[in-house]
């Protein structure tokens, strides 16, 4: 499962282009607060990595922000999480085995 840890998300933060978002399979599909991983790893038992003033629902637009993105960032060497519009088109990160 995608299992985030601190060695994880270092990871992660040295292989992507810090200057863009990706999606990581981190939804929020029924009610605000119900984060939920699609691989179906219990979201209460991982660490979480929002980064400062995020987890904001931004209702920019009229659905708020129902999905986790692996915000960009030039200034941070691990990268943290923002919870973004859906609807948006943006690089994603995958899992697979290895
Ligand atoms: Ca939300
Ligand atoms: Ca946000």
């Known amino acids: 499962?995608?299992?985030?840890?601190?060695?994880?998300?270092?990871?992660?933060?040295?292989?992507v282009v810090v200057i863009f978002h990706y999606w990581i399979g981190l939804v929020e599909p029924h009610q605000e607060g119900?984060?939920?991983?699609?691989?179906?790893?219990?979201?209460?038992?991982?660490?979480?990595?929002?980064?400062?003033?995020?987890?904001d629902n931004w209702d920019f637009r009229e659905n708020?922000?129902?999905c986790g993105q692996l915000h960009a960032s030039v200034k941070r060497i691990r990268k943290l999480w923002n919870d973004a519009d859906c609807n948006l088109s943006y690089r994603f990160i995958c899992e697979t085995k290895a």
């Open 64 to 66: 708020g922000e129902d």
């Open 34 to 55: 119900e984060w939920t991983w699609v691989d179906g790893t219990d979201f209460s038992s991982t660490p979480t990595f929002w980064a400062e003033g995020q987890l």
């Open 1 to 15: 499962n995608i299992s985030p840890s601190n060695a994880f998300q270092d990871f992660i933060s040295q292989i």
